[in-house]
């Protein structure tokens, strides 16, 4: 199970953290990402975690958004920390192992978190 939470609605320029909790899945172990899902858009993964800490983001994040995993292991906790929102940011987040966890033959998805930003 993937526990997404901290979203919300915020101007633009503002700040978010959001989380990731686990359970049956270890995130210290294999690769982990951000996803979104912007209205009438398909989900994408626009931050990456690999599992010996190396990060890559789309370019739209890039020098605004950060990954990082818990050091405690046992929080088995992801983070986005989003800064400097912008309204196209907006979207439901979801965090997942890269490639997706797959349950019964299809990909597994947490409920997300919706971030708004207004401009």
């Known amino acids: 199970q993937l526990v997404e939470s901290g979203g919300g609605f915020v101007q633009a320029g503002e700040s978010l953290r959001l989380s990731c909790a686990a359970f049956k899945i270890l995130l210290w172990r294999v690769d982990v990402g951000w996803y979104r899902q912007a209205p009438g858009k398909q989900r994408e993964l626009v931050a990456t975690l690999t599992s010996d800490n190396v990060v890559d983001y789309v370019d739209s994040l890039k020098g605004r958004f950060t990954i990082w995993r818990d050091r405690d292991n046992a929080k088995n906790t992801v983070y986005l920390q989003m800064a400097n929102l912008k309204p196209e940011d907006s979207g439901v987040y979801y965090c997942?192992?890269?490639?997706?966890?797959?349950?019964?033959?299809?990909?597994?998805w947490g409920q997300g978190t919706q971030v708004t930003v207004s401009s």
């Open positions: 997942n192992t890269v490639p997706p966890v797959v349950v019964a033959g299809e990909n597994y």
